[in-house]
């Protein structure tokens, strides 16, 4: 007996050490990607200005809006499966590939239907042509989705760091070379195939020398029938941070979309802190819950929201003191306009911490369907208060539209619904920080 609880144990400590190491390689493949970004986008800014800036910042907002649609809201539907019928993974991996290939080579079609009648600068055409071919490559996306479910994140990790460091490496080049911004889009492009090959090559080479994709028709309907409310849960996320640069850049221009995008980058910078929170904590409080009372569980989310609040507090009281000093280090003087937009936009991140949080209480607690209502509520309310602010008061507006839009969705929506009700009070709560020592107090316990 004694013999098969310490192997029990051990068994319990190889499981602990191999989820924990998959994660770490998923954080660094996350960070890689945030760091390279940053890099690009920074230097990019600086060297070529803020109007150049802004056309690339313009038609990346159009062609990442539109490239939420092919997926079809089909990521996490795939994940679910791979987990549950590993066996499987040649139809699931298939059937999901061959759908978003179709579904690309329609939305691709209505985007290049789109962007000649949309956009009249031919530049800003051809850069949105080339960045659209990589619609084309979204089934590529779903085999490290494979790799997630098999607790292989060292792959996920490889082909992202070699991909995006050789992609990064060719963008300084064309950068201090100084080539036109249209080179930009064609390394866009091209970074979506590396990775692709990349991820093709390692599967082959560690699951199937072979490659073996199957189309299930009866499998395609079932997971086309569970996905279709994602679709426009992914579509409002991603609207919410990137739609108000599109209607800058239609109705303000292109300076001072580079103007705005410049601020807007660096206060979505933080974005990733509340995700690394969520991953390392809200875990062991779901865990918790099936373990205590509601009251000890509900009193464990109160100090998860507050954490996040806390944080979002001192990212702001660190930006709003230094802005002018931040944006002229980054960018220089050329974007002195930013540091206003800068100090203003980052109060958008109270809300976005709250948001992260939210949507882990409500994957917890199966409340999707009021997650998928209140992100597309508040896409709605942001592109009529940009329509509104935008051309009373400049940049500015689009700002506040986000601050105002996310606020809204994130904590007031939360009272029209019965099952959200308290999570409207613990969201309300953890704006007033005087109840974070003692939910720390609480957690301890």
């Known amino acids: 007996m004694k013999f098969k609880s310490s192997?029990?144990?051990?068994?319990?400590?190889?499981?602990?050490?191999?989820?924990?190491?998959?994660?770490?390689?998923?954080?660094?493949?996350?960070?890689?990607?945030?760091?390279?970004?940053?890099?690009?986008?920074?230097l990019l800014a600086r060297e070529y200005g803020p109007s150049q800036f802004g056309a690339y910042s313009f038609v990346l907002s159009l062609v990442i809006l539109i490239s939420i649609f092919p997926f079809l809201g089909l990521q996490n539907i795939c994940r679910r499966e791979l987990v549950e019928f590993p066996e499987n993974k040649s139809a699931i991996l298939g059937t999901c590939g061959t759908i978003t290939f179709v579904t690309s080579l329609v939305i691709l079609f209505i985007f290049i239907i789109g962007i000649k009648f949309y956009l009249t600068d031919p530049i800003l055409n051809l850069m949105a042509l080339i960045m659209g071919g990589s619609i084309l490559l979204t089934p590529f996306r779903f085999i490290p989705i494979w790799y997630e479910a098999q607790i292989k994140g060292q792959l996920i990790f490889f082909s992202t760091f070699v991909g995006l460091i050789a992609s990064l490496l060719l963008k300084l080049l064309c950068i201090y070379s100084n080539q036109s911004i249209v080179s930009f889009s064609i390394i866009f492009t091209f970074e979506f195939l590396l990775l692709g090959i990349l991820s093709v090559g390692l599967y082959k080479k560690f699951f199937c020398r072979k490659l073996v994709f199957d189309f299930d028709l009866k499998l395609a309907k079932k997971l086309l029938n569970q996905s279709w409310p994602l679709i426009l849960t992914g579509f409002s996320a991603t609207a919410a941070i990137r739609i108000d640069?599109?209607?800058?850049?239609?109705?303000?221009?292109?300076?001072?979309?580079?103007?705005?995008?410049?601020?807007?980058?660096?206060?979505?910078?933080?974005?990733?802190?509340?995700?690394?929170?969520a991953l390392s904590l809200f875990p062991a409080i779901i865990n918790s819950s099936k373990k205590e009372v509601k009251e000890k569980y509900f009193n464990k989310v109160q100090c998860f929201f507050d954490l996040n609040v806390a944080l979002a507090y001192l990212v702001i009281g660190f930006v709003v003191i230094f802005s002018p000093q931040i944006i002229n280090l980054i960018y220089g003087d050329e974007y002195r306009l930013s540091a206003n937009v800068l100090s203003i936009h980052v109060w958008?991140?109270?809300?976005?911490?709250?948001?992260?949080?939210?949507?882990?209480?409500?994957?917890?607690?199966?409340?999707?369907?009021?997650?998928?209502?209140?992100?597309?509520?508040?896409?709605?309310?942001?592109?009529?208060?940009?329509?509104?602010?935008?051309?009373?008061?400049?940049?500015?507006?689009?700002?506040?539209?986000?601050?105002?839009?996310q606020?809204?969705?994130v904590i007031f929506l939360c009272f029209l619904y019965k099952k959200t009700f308290k999570l409207g009070f613990i969201s309300l709560n953890a704006l007033y920080l005087k109840g974070l020592i003692q939910s720390i107090i609480r957690l301890i316990k």
């Open 7 to 42: 192997l029990s144990k051990i068994v319990t400590l190889s499981s602990v050490f191999k989820y924990g190491q998959n994660m770490l390689y998923l954080v660094a493949a996350n960070v890689t990607r945030t760091v390279t970004s940053l890099i690009f986008t920074f």
């Open 348 to 405: 958008s991140n109270i809300f976005f911490f709250l948001a992260i949080a939210r949507s882990q209480f409500c994957v917890a607690e199966s409340l999707l369907k009021f997650e998928m209502l209140s992100n597309l509520f508040g896409c709605i309310l942001n592109i009529s208060l940009n329509l509104i602010l935008i051309p009373s008061i400049g940049i500015i507006g689009a700002a506040y539209a986000t601050i105002i839009s």
């Open 245 to 277: 640069q599109i209607m800058i850049g239609h109705i303000e221009g292109n300076n001072a979309l580079g103007v705005y995008a410049a601020a807007s980058r660096v206060s979505m910078t933080f974005y990733v802190i509340p995700q690394i929170v």
């Open 407 to 409: 606020m809204v969705s």
